[in-house]
């Protein structure tokens, strides 16, 4: 998201913001807010009707839909295949940020590479940013279980050899394929209506903290991508076009600039694509590239990827402050517990810089600006 605040505007009431925000968005592995508890029925409606239900339901505008992937619903969705299980544990996590490797993070444009690109984005130098990393809690974690144990099965019969467990898979037209596909669905829209209730209450943290209203803060969505998900897109295969199901595990979508399907504000410029770094260091926005559409099916990478596991970053970190190490670089960090901001030191993560220049360098994406951590909140 973008503010219309510059980082001069919030500096005094930084901690303040950060304050708010841990208190509006829940953090860690617990329950949600008392005041978002869904019985079946609307939580039923949450995974057929995405971001939408959230604008709906007064959390949001919508325009915000017009700058989501999918306009924050994907098609196809079956609620009625998502479990028991899976219902009760999403029950109470709408809203909610999560642990690991989730965040919100306040930032501002630290650098900008294109300047008609940041212009098309909304994008100016110095410019508040809060960039916001959840996806379908629970729930989605409880869909990938169940179908999982599904699969291996699947897998067998149609005979399909797996070098790995997690491989597991069936025929996209298989009754297990097109099960899975309709209850993955289901949990993408929760992730999306998920993203659209935080930026509601990001939102309100920003007028609360900052004594603001709404067109003073003028917190507007930039764009939402996701990762980890399979979807069906069309491309050009061998002369022709194809409706094909694309996986992006650790990957995130990256159309390019005249794309139908890229908003019409950035149209010129080409879809934006949110590569997050660590909380010590800095983020990075791009946009697609016509390479990228015919090379790796309109795909570029999600992140930077871990230097050391979560035992060996905890093990790294004992003996030290990292909050106070952050705070004296300028960040200021709230969160759930210790153990998290341990596992998530900036020293675990590769330099996102080089990986983006990677990026950059094979030409399937952009950069844009780069964006630099001032406050954040993790589970």
């Known amino acids: 998201m973008r503010s219309g ?12 913001l950060v304050t708010r925000l841990y208190q509006n968005i829940p953090t860690g592995i617990g329950k949600g807010r008392t005041d978002l508890r869904l019985n079946r029925q609307e939580l039923s409606r949450v995974l057929g009707r995405g971001a939408a239900w959230a604008v709906e339901k007064g959390m949001g505008v919508s325009e915000d839909l017009e700058y989501l992937e999918e306009n924050g619903c994907l098609e196809g969705a079956r609620p009625d295949l998502v479990s028991d299980k899976a219902y009760q544990r999403g029950r109470n996590q709408l809203g909610t940020l999560g ?12 650098e ?30 409880q869909v990938c279980s169940d179908h999982i144990r599904i699969m291996v099965e699947a897998a067998a019969r149609y005979g399909i050899e797996l070098p790995d467990r997690q491989l597991c898979c069936a025929p996209i037209q298989s009754p297990e394929g097109r099960d899975y596909l309709g209850a993955m669905s289901a949990a993408a829209n929760f992730a999306f209506a998920n993203r659209q209730v935080m930026t509601h209450w990001a939102r309100e943290s920003f007028m609360q903290a900052l004594h603001l ?57 080409g879809q934006p694509v949110l590569i997050p770094g660590d909380m010590g260091r800095y983020s990075y926005v791009l946009v697609g590239t016509e390479r990228a559409y015919s090379e790796t099916f309109g795909s570029t990478c999600h992140g930077a990827g871990r230097r050391l596991s979560r035992k060996q970053a905890k093990k790294q970190t004992r003996g030290r402050s990292l909050l106070d190490e952050l705070e004296r670089e300028g960040v200021v960090v709230m969160a759930a517990g210790m153990a998290t901001v341990a ?15 990677v990026v950059e360098g094979a030409g399937i994406s952009r950069k844009v600006a780069q964006l630099k951590p001032i406050g954040v909140i993790k589970g």
């Not at 295969?237 to 995130?252: E, Q, S, V």
Request: hydrophobic share 35%.
């Open 213 to 269: 209203g709404p067109s003073q803060a003028n917190l507007e969505v930039v764009y939402d991508v996701c990762h980890n998900i399979a979807k069906f897109e069309t491309f050009e295969i061998d002369g022709r076009h194809r409706r094909l199901c694309i996986h992006r595990k650790g990957a995130t979508r990256a159309y390019p600039p005249f794309h139908p399907e890229t908003p019409e504000r950035y149209r010129e410029v």
């Open 343 to 357: 596992e998530e030191m900036p020293e675990a993560y590769k330099d996102v810089a080089a990986v983006v220049d």
């Open 5 to 16: 605040l510059s980082r001069t505007d919030i500096q005094p009431r930084l901690r303040d």
């Open 112 to 141: 900008i590479y294109d300047p008609t690109a940041a212009t098309a984005l909304g994008l100016f130098s110095d410019q508040v940013t809060l960039t916001l990393h959840s996806g379908s809690r629970g729930l989605g974690h």
């Open 99 to 110: 642990s690991g490797n989730h965040f919100a993070e306040i930032q501002y444009v630290a």
